[in-house]
Nanobody
Framework: QVQLVESGGGLVQAGGSLRLSCAAS????????MGWFRQTPGKEREFVAS???????YYEDSVKGRFTISRDNAKNTVYLQMNSLKPEDTAVYYC??????????????????WGQGTQVTVSS
């Protein structure tokens, strides 16, 4: 069983920054690909960023250059540094584990374990 706990969300003004953390337990974190997704009311959960065990990263186009995903395998934690935040970044942010056999880290169906989410609100 895998447990993921997100933290770091909050209220910030447009142009500000937040750093989200996702602490993982219950599996060998160092070889696990991780992803961040976000969801707003009435919309589907959407891909934000992913990071392979090797450190290779992928980003959704709207966050490229503003968000940075990283990981600390010694702490079993993945981070999402969010800079230059915009009101449209407001959402609940979730971290998730990319499952073995999945093809694309942008595909939500390839993820098998999810955290409870952390709210990010960006005011204009």
């Amino acid at each position: 069983q895998v447990q993921l706990v997100e933290s770091g969300g909050g209220l910030v003004q447009a142009g500000g920054s937040l750093r989200l953390s996702c602490a993982a337990s219950g599996r060998t974190f160092g070889t696990t690909t991780m992803g961040w997704f976000r969801q707003t009311p009435g919309k589907e959960r959407e891909f934000v960023a992913s990071i392979f065990w090797s450190g290779v990263t992928y980003y959704e186009d709207s966050v490229k250059g503003r968000f940075t995903i990283s990981r600390d395998n010694a702490k079993n934690t993945v981070y999402l540094q969010m800079n230059s935040l915009k009101p449209e970044d407001t959402a609940v942010y979730y971290c998730a584990v990319f499952m073995k056999g999945g093809l694309y880290t942008t595909d939500i169906r390839a993820y098998g374990y999810w955290g409870q989410g952390t709210q990010v609100t960006v005011s204009s």
